[in-house]
């Protein structure tokens, strides 16, 4: 069979799959799995379609490039984050200072409600050097007054914009504009993180995966088949890349999406892989505290819309860790709880997150019947912190390096 690694769940895709579902030829399909446009659940072709801020980058660059070279562009080539180059459609480049826009395209679930969306973006000449990012109508503000657009999607329309800049030796200032993103922030639960007044413009990898309770369950088992010892259960892309960090191998690293039932479900029961049903003896859980807090709680299917019992589960690990005195500060605290986490005490914080570890550990054990380690990550500002539960500790500083990639002890 050939196949080629997806490079974002560095997993094998069959190529001869993508060819015929996409009737495309070998090389066609090849450039859409490589470049991460493309992937599989095993038995489906799945289609990855650009972030907010993939789209905010093409059309920041279509208006630089009208700007600086006077051209018109229709198609713009964007590197992601990932490393990868795609072509993204510009709608519409016009006006002075140029203004270019980007309708953004969905994927193959169907369930962004994001797709659509026009994303707009205004290049100017600066005095100085340097490349400034702005946000304009319909982009959300954060609880602090920044506007929400994120680290990732900041440095990509750098990184994008830079070679522009440097060749013309100038400096450029970028304002992003969703003129729908007011309405638009309506149908979402951005209002639950503190965002206000639009959308956010995001990004860790530059491609939106699908996210049908179908497509992800899919994608889970097709992962599990290429586990090496121990799955572990990440819930999105920035602690996918911080368990790679931690030393954990990448055929190890299932993202379950926040969807620890599904998961733990194919854990427990095995998958198909080489003509036999592959079975695990113990399960890897990595997470951060909003989605930890909830499974410490017995929420396995942590979406947003199904369940938020965030602050219930952190006012009663508190008193589990005999600080009540924080805890009914915990229940009057009306903004987001990763600001009332980075205002604890750091002991008071490491022992919360420990408590937090010790009882999914204790929780996924007695419920699934398999072997659980769980690891925090918390991140505050530059800072960052990583929290080991006992059977985490035991489960990966026990084994071979070789099997884990960090030393014992």
């Known amino acids: 069979m050939s196949s080629i690694l997806d490079p974002i769940r560095r997993i094998p895709v069959d190529l001869e799959l993508v060819r015929r579902e996409l009737n495309v030829d070998l090389p066609t399909a090849r450039y859409l799995v490589r470049t991460g446009l493309i992937t599989t659940d095993g038995a489906r072709v799945l289609r990855r379609g650009p972030t907010t801020g993939t789209c905010a980058t093409a059309a920041a660059k279509a208006a630089a490039i009208r700007l600086l070279e006077g051209r018109t562009v229709r198609i713009v080539r964007v590197r992601l984050p990932i490393g990868t180059v795609v072509g993204v459609r510009v709608s519409r480049v016009d006006g002075y200072p140029p203004e270019a826009r980007v309708k953004k395209p969905g994927n193959d679930d169907r369930v ?57 030796g100038i400096g450029l200032r970028v304002t992003i504009e969703v003129p729908d993103g007011e309405e638009i922030a309506r149908k979402t639960l ?28 899919g994608s889970i088992r097709s992962d599990l088949r290429y586990v090496g010892r121990f799955p572990c259960l990440v819930t999105g892309y920035r602690t996918m890349d911080r368990a790679r960090r931690l030393g ?47 499974l410490a709680a017995g929420v396995y299917n942590t ?68 072997e659980c380690g769980c690891a925090l990550y918390f991140r505050s500002g530059d800072s960052e912190e990583v929290v080991e539960g006992e059977g985490w500790k035991r489960l990966v500083r026990g084994h071979d390096d070789d099997l884990i990639g960090r030393p014992k002890g």
């Open 190 to 217: 951005a209002h639950r993180h503190g965002v206000e007044g639009g959308i956010s413009i995001l990004g860790t990898k530059g491609l939106v995966d699908p996210n049908s309770e179908e497509a992800i369950e």
């Open 303 to 370: 979406h947003s819309k199904v369940a938020d019992a965030r602050r219930e589960s952190l006012v009663t690990r508190l008193v589990e860790i005999g600080r009540p005195d924080i805890a009914v500060k915990a229940m009057r605290h009306e903004g987001l709880i990763s600001e009332f986490l980075r205002g604890l005490d750091p002991d008071v914080r490491r022992k919360l997150f420990e408590r937090v570890c010790e009882l999914v550990e204790e929780r996924v054990s007695s419920d699934h019947d398999i």
């Open 112 to 168: 962004d409600v994001t797709a659509g969306v026009t994303i707009a973006a205004r290049v100017e000449e600066t005095g100085s050097q340097g490349i400034e990012i702005r946000a304009g109508r319909g982009v959300g503000e954060t609880p602090s007054g920044e506007p929400a657009i994120s680290e990732a999607a900041r440095e990509q329309i750098i990184d994008n914009l830079r070679y522009l800049a440097d060749s013309y």
């Open 248 to 294: 954990i191998p990448s055929r190890d690293i299932i993202n379950c999406h926040g969807r620890y039932d599904l998961a733990l479900e194919a854990v427990k029961t095995g998958v198909p892989a080489d003509g036999e049903v592959k079975r695990f003896g113990a399960v890897l859980i990595f997470g951060m505290p909003g989605k930890l807090l909830k």
